[in-house]
């Protein structure tokens, strides 16, 4: 792809991910990430907390739009979860999946206007880590590919590193999310290191021609600087705000954390 063609794919394809309202598109969007309630509701197998009913809750709150992660082991969010999602929500919905044979027929049935690839263990609680995509490039290209002729916009995750950047360029990515991780686990300098590292990051990704998001980790202590970051468009959040939803609410949590993004 050259780089004219790619810088109009970019443009088209932030046109139809985000609604235009004024000045909003200027701002730092908020996705917000869904996976816990359906955790709730799969701690008794039972039919609530319906995740779907917090994506609308979410979006009247002002979230610009969804986040969910179809595991292989299903441990939260279901295939039906993902059904309805994208016949009912108004903002985008962005599904996480890792590149396997099944989930890649999923997404080409579904069709959600953006797919995130993500790395994926059954042992881990969460996310560990950014994708290698000097170890995966040919798979994650052939995947790639395939997401492309369906129409769906691709994003990776990827650690905060030039070489996984360039990697995700070279796989011909629409977009990375970077991994917040690290940063949000770590305190003082070390933190400061990180935060450093995710701004680099970002603006080699953007000089590349990629869009930029970021998550994980992200809470209502640490997300204030990393909104900062001119070149980062969208913040990818769940667990901290459906563990503030628990207690306040979905509107009072999604609406907190939207504040302290656009103050800064």
Do not use: W
């Not at 002729?149 to 990697?167: C, H, N, R, Y």
């Not at 953007?206 to 998550?215: D, E, N, P």
């Amino acid at each position: 792809m050259t780089g004219f063609a790619r810088d109009i794919r970019r443009f088209c394809v932030m046109e139809a991910l985000f609604v235009d309202d004024g000045f909003n598109r200027f701002m730092t969007r908020l996705g917000v990430n869904v996976d816990h309630v359906a955790t709730l509701r799969e701690a008794r197998r039972g039919a609530e907390p319906d995740p779907v009913a917090a994506a609308i809750l979410a979006e009247l709150a002002g979230a610009d739009g969804i986040v969910v992660h179809l595991r292989e082991d299903r441990r939260h969010i279901q295939d039906r979860d993902v059904r309805i999602l994208r016949e009912t929500i108004r903002t985008a919905l962005d599904l996480e999946m890792a590149a396997t044979e099944e989930m890649v027929r999923i997404a080409l049935d579904i069709k959600p206007p953006l797919v995130t690839l993500v790395p994926e263990s059954r042992q881990e609680l969460t996310t560990e880590g950014g994708l290698n995509l000097i170890a995966s490039r040919e798979k994650l290209e052939k995947v790639i590919h395939h997401l492309h002729e369906a129409g769906i916009t691709v994003s990776l995750f990827i650690d905060p590193d030039p070489i996984q950047i360039k990697g995700a360029h070279k796989v011909s990515a629409d977009r990375v999310e970077i991994h917040t991780g690290p940063y949000a686990n770590s305190r003082g300098n070390a933190q400061k290191t990180e935060l450093h590292q995710i701004m680099e990051a970002a603006k080699l990704a953007s000089k590349l021609g990629m869009g930029v998001s970021a998550g994980h980790g992200l809470d209502y202590v640490n997300v204030a600087a990393v909104a900062r970051i001119p070149e980062i468009e969208e913040l990818n959040i769940g667990h901290s705000i459906i563990s503030r939803a628990v207690l306040v609410g979905m509107e009072a949590a999604v609406s907190k954390i939207k504040s302290l993004m656009q103050r800064s």
